[in-house]
């Protein structure tokens, strides 16, 4: 079984007020272990980073200078190839999954579906209620 731990970070909180992912990292699993197969990219949002972002994730836009942009090809269809049809495990996945269809909303491709996602922040709340 494949399945694809995957994380992003972003200028902001809103893709819908114009923020946009800045960076993100894929790890391959094969029946739960990592199998070496990894995908990290930095990606130029086309704006500035937030103070707020740059000192949450050390991303600065000196970083994402010269880097490509959401839709180039050597982004996009890299990471799209990456995750193949494997199950995308994330922790606050809705997140991650509403900064990426925001992105490939921009390009007019296919949204990612919610059921193809496994929230690790949702099964930690289930496993651990009242847990911080």
């Known amino acids: 079984m494949r ?23 894929c790890i391959e699993l094969v ?5 070496g197969n990894v995908l990290q990219m930095y990606i130029n949002p086309g704006r500035p980073v937030s103070e707020a972002t ?11 200078r010269g880097k490509p942009a959401f839709s180039h090809p050597d982004v996009v269809d890299r990471l799209m190839a990456f995750f193949g049809d494997s199950p995308i495990v994330a922790h606050n ?11 490939l909303a921009l390009l007019g491709r296919p949204q990612l579906e919610k059921e ?3 929230d690790t922040l949702v099964l930690a709340r289930e496993h ?3 847990s911080p």
Do not use: H, S
């Not at 992003?8 to 993100?24: F, H, N, Q, S």
């Not at 029946?31 to 199998?35: G, K, S």
């Not at 996945?93 to 992105?103: I, P, V």
């Open 31 to 35: 029946n739960y272990l990592p199998t």
């Open 116 to 118: 193809r996602f496994i």
């Open 93 to 103: 996945a809705e997140f991650d999954r509403m900064f990426l269809n925001a992105e």
């Open 54 to 64: 740059i000192r949450i994730t050390g991303i600065t836009n000196e970083t994402l």
């Open 3 to 25: 399945e694809i731990v995957f994380d992003t970070e972003t200028t902001g909180l809103d893709p819908k007020a114009g923020d946009r992912i800045v960076e993100v990292g």
């Open 128 to 130: 651990r209620p009242g």
